[in-house]
């Protein structure tokens, strides 16, 4: 049984920290990354944490968690949850189960957000607790 949990994080959340720190909280994204690595690591678990700001990386990415033959994936597709079918079909396309995370909740913001295509595919939910819906997310990746 694989203990390699793959996080992936989308568009612009390089930029965590100074982006809208009253919606997605003061936390950094190699802040969030040191702590999971942390939690990981009490687990029993490894993780592998990417940021990119590329729809296709993802796609190759989820692609490449399942040649690993990950234990899960953890997916915070950022603004790409609500437009991306190549997202969708991916997660659907492979075997590895998709966590979807956000920090923010999407559901309580603007409507556009209320669409989530990773959300169609995925097999559970992380989101609303700041940085904390990472750590939530790896303890359910845990108990899979
Ligand atoms: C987000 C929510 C998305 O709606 C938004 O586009 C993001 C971040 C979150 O983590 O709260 O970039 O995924």
Known sequence: MSTLVYVLNGPNLNLLGTRE?????????????????????????????????????????????????????????????????ALLDACRAIAVPVIEVHLSDPSKREEFRHISYVGMAAADCVQGLGARSYSVALEKAAAL
């Not at 190699?30 to 678990?45: D, N, R």
């Open 21 to 85: 720190p009253e919606i997605y909280g003061s936390d950094t994204l190699a802040e969030i990354e040191a702590a999971l690595h942390e939690q990981a690591e009490g687990l029993g678990l490894a993780i592998d944490f990417r940021q990119t700001n590329h729809e296709g990386q993802l796609v190759d990415w989820l692609h490449e968690a399942n040649s690993a033959g990950a234990k899960a994936v953890l997916l915070n597709a950022a603004a790409y949850t609500h437009t991306s079918v």
